[in-house]
């Protein structure tokens, strides 16, 4: 997913804002969680981020849709942060602000986020081998991968990490 600057200027206060409340009430952990399953979720369904996205599509439909298809999955401030940006037209946005949110999360704390894209999934031992050569390359005890297939590269990945390419 890309992420356009302007939209992060929308996103970021709903992202704060939620990152607080997910503090507040104790659910940070949960609602974390929460939002790095949808991340990969949305991902891996476009239909529904363009059925989330049509302004043809009613607020009711969009939050029908997410009610049967996620409520039993998220936590319930999760829930309801999903219907709050139905509510307001924001749910455009959605994708944006999970990003923004885990950037607040893993920004203030000591997990190191790394976006890997590769031409083919990697096995379980070389993600253990990739894990523990991050971790040394980087002074870090813990780190979180982001996976994506990128179809475009021929062979190999590319490893970002804080905006930056690092290969």
């Known amino acids: ?16 804002t939620f990152y607080n409340v997910s503090i507040s009430v104790g659910r940070s952990f949960e609602i974390t969680r929460d939002f790095q399953n949808l991340e990969v979720f949305f ?17 009711a439909e969009k939050k029908e849709i997410l009610e049967k298809t996620l409520t039993s999955q998220v936590d319930k401030h999760t829930m309801k942060f999903l219907i709050i940006l139905v509510e307001r037209n924001r749910i455009n946005l959605v994708r944006t602000i999970i990003y923004s949110f885990l950037q607040l999360v893993y920004s ?58 690092l290969i």
């Open 1 to 16: 997913m890309s992420i356009i600057p302007a939209t992060l200027k929308v996103a970021d206060p709903y992202a704060r």
């Open 108 to 165: 203030s704390s000591v997990i190191k986020l790394f976006k890997i894209s590769s031409a083919s999934p990697f096995t379980t031992k070389q993600l253990n081998q990739l894990t523990n050569k991050l971790k040394k390359l980087t002074n870090t005890s813990e780190i979180q991968l982001v996976m994506s297939i990128d179809t475009s590269l021929i062979g190999g990945f590319t490893i970002e990490t804080n905006s930056k390419l």
């Open 43 to 59: 991902s891996q369904t476009p239909d529904l981020i363009k059925y989330l996205e049509n302004p043809l599509i009613s607020s």
